[in-house]
């Protein structure tokens, strides 16, 4: 299995992007998936994560972030919102394939004006 993250950038703050990542391989048999950051000197955290039509966020970026996915094209998506400085992070999706975690390569957002 191997993720392809795109969409990343640099925006101001309150300005927006859009996160996708898509998997590729044989007998995709996905059982959820997420998004991830680290910012430097942090932990890498969960963002946002799906399963089945259920989904989750993290405080402190509820309301402003939606994770969706479409699993014919087994592809996830972030939009942001209003972003902050404080969401500049390396962003990674993950997808849990048949028990089995997969990461994306990341991709940088960077929030500043």
């Known amino acids: 299995v191997q993720l392809l993250e795109s969409g990343g950038g640099s925006v101001q703050p309150g300005g927006s992007l859009v996160l996708s990542c898509v998997a590729s391989?044989?007998?995709?048999?996905?059982?959820?998936m997420g998004w991830f950051r680290q910012a430097p000197g942090r932990q890498r955290e969960l963002v946002a994560g799906i399963y089945a039509r259920t989904t989750s966020y993290a405080d402190s970026v509820k309301g402003r972030f939606t994770i969706s996915a479409d699993n014919a094209k087994n592809t996830v998506y972030l939009q942001m919102n209003n972003l902050k400085p404080e969401d500049t992070a390396v962003y990674y999706c993950n997808f849990v394939v048949q028990l089995i975690t997969y990461w994306g390569q990341g991709t940088q957002v960077t929030v500043s004006s």
């Open positions: 391989g044989s007998n995709l048999d996905i059982n959820d």
